[in-house]
């Protein structure tokens, strides 16, 4: 059965062929040796193997280390530098019916000066690398951008934020006009709404994927807060305002749910001990700020999986969920770990959408 697409960039709520997800090892990002990231992602990658398949990338040095993986996970030798699956995973499209990825740039947020670690040259090239495992065509567009940098509504919209895209460190001396026109040329899609930043502290610059977060094609979940004091307060605020005056492709309004943010979480000094610093790499100290969002969260088919903190905010927001996606069960899943290395689920995981010869 051949199953007829639209064009463009596939929403992250349609229902996937299966889940990317990558195996930990740094140490100056990871604590304590990466013990604890690799425990949560191998109990990630078995919370999402009882919905759909798992395909998780590992170095064939690290292989041993995989116990217990359940039947419907397949394990792939492959090299990387980190394991931000949804930043260096290829972006998947339809191009008249047919399931086809692009490859964009890669730097590590910001380049030799700003981003995260160097080198990182292995991660800019697993997009190919993923493409090739599932035999899909794979187009290299000469611009910088990250998986997390931009979100659909599946119908052929795209947002993003000014303060990754139209960033010096991403794509110096390239005006906006010209990075849209690429973008929308590459993916197929039919407009870009830009919004101005991120949630503060956010380490990619503000992706958009920490602030908004799409239910359906009309549908999403914007973070919120009513606190004036809050860093995010005014970011949000113009979102919200942006958010609440445009139209999707069809001339109709999105539906939009306010989801509160966390109150601020900061690395503590036990946390930054477990590291080990790195000349190459961005320091991670006792005090830093880091930027919990409940919007990091990833869609899986019949499920949805939703961070939790620690905080009382956690049982809300989860019951928010609840009634925002009444037809897939909601799994909270602990969350500090990822967010120490400056991200979280969404960050980590990648869908696989299906693809033409899939029924």
Known sequence: MIVQRRMGLIGEFERHHGTIAMFPFRNDIWRDDAVHMQKYILDLVSVISKYEPVFLFCQTRLIDKIRNIPNNVTIINSEYDDIWARDIGPTFVYNNGKAECIDWKFNAWGGKKEGAYFPWDADDNFASAVSSFFGLTCNRINIVLEGGGIISDGNGTLFTTRSVLLNRNRNPFKKRDFIEEEILKATHDKQIIWIDQGLAYDETNGHIDNLLSFVNNNELCLAW?????????????????????????????YKIHLIPLPPMQYMDEKESNGLRNHPEALPRNAGDALPASYLNYYIINGAVLIPSFGCDTDEYVKTMFENIFPERDIIQVYSREPLLGGGGIHCLLHEVPLMEDIK
Do not use: M, Q, W
């Open 225 to 253: 807060t009513e606190d004036k004091h809050n860093p995010n307060y005014r970011r949000i605020k113009k979102a919200f305002d942006i958010l609440s005056n445009i139209t999707n492709t069809d001339g109709d309004k």
